[in-house]
């Protein structure tokens, strides 16, 4: 069971048109969510992370377009389009919440300060579910005693400002978790939290993953998190994954020279003073004017004028992929 | 660190309470203690490290040392090489002698520096102020700054919007530079970055220090960086100290119950280390009304019946020799 897809993405196109340029945020982005495993997505700001995320939510702004590529999304009745589908459609708005849900990355501006929390709660299971309001108090309540939020009774008829960051990303969960969705994505969930705080949320997303047999997309930039958290791991760059495997895969045997550079240039808990960090060297080139072949080359030491040509996804095992010219030598 | 060690700035029994007010006499009805009693000492050329979850007191600590927000009560005392000088008890006419020698990088680099100046205009006030008077002079002291920090010196005349998160930060450090201080306050310096422009950042910090003879106050909410960089660590928790040792020792020797949590709820980007998790119930407490006794017992998965009575001193735990500080009744007892 636990190697079912639930949610497929090929060669994912999606394009930014802005003042008449093209921004071309996501080129060719493929990887599929398994039921009941997290995949996480890493890669520094501006990579494309959270345009993979808004663009399997059909939440894309109006500038932007998918420009080809699927995203399908399996469920009981059969294989699901959701590129194809209309942006504010019926379907579309079934699917978002029910099926496939999402947390946002800041809990503070995700919550609206007017409603109670029990009311933001409540909305969605009055959308996609027939149970009576009653019913619907009840389950907010318990979903909120679930997430371990004390006094949950008195609590849900609290305003946002009333909860910390940490339990209002709690919120955040509850409601994403509410209709039991098949696919959560949840978009760098814990970088605006503290580190005990973050502890906890993972916590209560591992809980889901096994209970539920949710499959969950984490989008992060933190290394440590994918370590703690991810079955699978795709490292992105500049629009790209640039490697893609098992956590074992890529955390033991990082391959791109992206990802190894990554690596090296995080301080590591428990490797005390000896450690040498090393930086990578520049910084990521404008969105709008991408390198032609390799986006890496510019700042890579293997780099050579063959990176500059179209670059072809290789396998190195069934399941770990990568897009680099010359990462035998490397290796 | 050598065996002589001189302090540099000798924090003692500081406190900071912000007042509640409320109503229309906009009576105080109570106080936020940001920072309540703190005894530190910074060494000449180490880098100390001050972590703490947000809203412990760590920022107001750092502000409250350069008296950019004044202490309600207690002392910072400045070592100069001829006298000591209590920076509390200065005015801000007197103070502006000291600045010179304190400086501060602060936190987001997209909002302290202006977006109406250049970069050398921005640059060029505190040259002014301590008395640079040829434009030129100016110019010359901004651009070799901008190089020192790898930046290239054409830049000065570049406004903010035309540079990265990683640039805008060495320009902040090459400000809190350009008057030769001695101490630098980095608030959380790296922590709007990038890993990738992380690395770069701190390993400019580790160089300067080498080069100009800095002493920093480091603070920061990632304990990863932390064991890098830091000589010596001070772990905050609602406006206290509660454990203070040098950075190999707090990562062997962890003794206090929230250093130990909070240590094990970092994840570690090695599949090989693998950490028993303390996952800490609720949240941290308002420092409006902190708990009785010690301020982390609600929280404390090994709380006894004193915790809660009696607030615990900051104590020396000798093991060894090594300056290991510790202000818990667990460790009392044992």
Redesign the interface.
């Known amino acids: 069971m636990s190697n079912e897809i639930a949610l497929s993405v090929r060669d994912l196109k999606t394009y930014f048109y802005t003042n008449n340029r093209c921004n071309k945020a996501l080129n060719g982005v493929s990887f599929d969510i398994k039921k009941g495993q997290t995949l996480c997505i890493v890669g ?2 501006g990579c494309g992370k959270s345009v993979t995320a808004s663009s399997i939510m059909q939440l894309l702004p109006k500038l932007s377009r998918i420009e080809s590529g699927s995203i399908s999304y399996f469920c009981e009745a059969g294989e699901v389009r959701l590129d194809q589908l209309p942006r504010d459609g019926r379907q579309i708005r079934n699917i978002r919440g029910a099926e496939i849900a999402m947390i946002f990355q800041d809990p503070m501006t995700a919550l609206n300060p007017v409603y109670t929390v029990g009311f933001q709660i409540a909305e969605s299971l009055q959308y996609h579910t027939d149970l009576s309001r009653r019913q619907i108090v009840a389950k907010s309540i318990d979903l909120l005693r679930e997430m ?1 939020i ?1 006094n949950p009774e008195k609590r849900i008829n609290e305003y946002p400002h009333q909860f ?4 209002r990303q709690r919120v955040m969960i509850a409601i994403a978790m509410s209709c039991q969705p098949k696919v959560l994505i949840a978009d760098e969930p814990t970088t605006a939290l ?7 949320i ?2 209560l997303m591992d809980k889901l993953k096994s209970q539920q047999q949710t499959g969950i997309m984490l989008i992060t ?9 991810a079955d699978e791991v795709a490292v992105m760059y500049m629009g790209r994954i640039v490697e893609a495997g098992t ?2 895969d890529v ?2 045997r990082p391959s791109h020279p992206y990802t190894r ?3 090296n ?9 000896q ?1 040498r ?4 060297q520049g ?1 990521t080139p404008d969105p709008y004017d991408r390198p032609k072949g390799c986006s890496f080359a510019p700042r890579c030491e293997y780099a050579t004028p063959l990176c500059n040509e179209a670059q072809i996804e290789r396998n190195i095992s069934a399941s770990h992929r990568i897009i680099c010219r010359r990462y035998e030598e490397i290796v | 660190m050598n065996a002589e060690k001189s302090v540099l700035i000798e924090i003692k029994k500081l406190q900071l309470y912000f007042p509640v007010r409320e109503g229309i006499f906009k009576k105080i009805v109570a106080h936020v203690k940001a920072v309540d009693g703190v005894d530190l000492q910074i060494y000449r050329g180490e880098v100390l490290g001050l972590v703490g ?2 809203g412990c007191g760590k920022t107001t600590l750092g502000k409250a040392i350069l008296q950019l927000i004044k202490p309600s009560a207690g002392a910072v005392e400045y070592h100069q090489q001829s006298q000591v000088v209590n920076l509390c008890q200065l005015n801000s006419q007197q103070m502006i002698k000291h600045r010179k020698n304190l400086q501060i990088v602060f936190q987001d680099p997209h909002s302290s520096l202006n977006p109406a100046f250049t970069i050398f205009g921005s640059l060029e006030d505190p040259l002014k102020l301590y008395g640079v008077k040829s434009k030129a002079e100016r110019r010359k002291r901004v651009g070799d700054l901008l190089e020192a920090v790898n930046l290239r010196r054409e830049y000065m005349d570049r406004y903010p919007h035309e540079f ?1 998160g ?2 805008r930060q060495r320009i902040g450090i090459a400000r809190a530079l350009l008057v030769d201080p001695e101490f630098i306050v980095c608030d959380e310096a790296v922590s709007a970055l ?7 950042v ?2 400019l910090l580790l160089d300067l220090r080498q080069q100009r003879n800095l002493t920093y106050l480091f603070i920061t ?1 990632d ?3 932390t ?3 830091c000589d010596r660590i001070a772990v905050m928790y609602l406006g206290k100290i509660v454990e203070l040792a040098d ?2 020792d707090l ?1 062997a020797n962890t003794l206090h119950p929230y250093t130990q ?11 090989d ?1 693998k ?1 028993q ?1 303390i ?6 407490p308002s420092p409006i009304y902190p708990p009785s006794g010690c301020a982390f017992h609600p929280r404390c998965p090994k709380a006894i019946a004193k915790c809660a009575v009696e607030m615990p001193v900051l104590q020396q735990q000798g093991s060894g020799g090594t300056d290991h500080q510790v202000a818990c009744h667990l460790i009392a007892v044992n």
């Open positions: 520094e700001s371990g004390p910390s960051g940490g339990m503290d580190v005990t705080i973050q502890a906890q993972f916590q930039h933190d290394m440590g998190v994918v370590a703690e958290l956590v074992d955390l033991r550079a990554l690596l240039s995080i301080p590591v808990l428990g490797r005390g003073k450690q960090i090393k930086a990578i910084s | 979850e947000s990265s990683g640039q990038d890993v990738s422009i992380q690395a770069q701190l390993e909410h304990l990863s960086v064991e890098y960089i950075a190999e990562y949590a909070l240590l094990s709820a970092i994840p570690v980007a090695d599949l280390i950490t998790r996952v800490l119930e609720g949240d941290v």
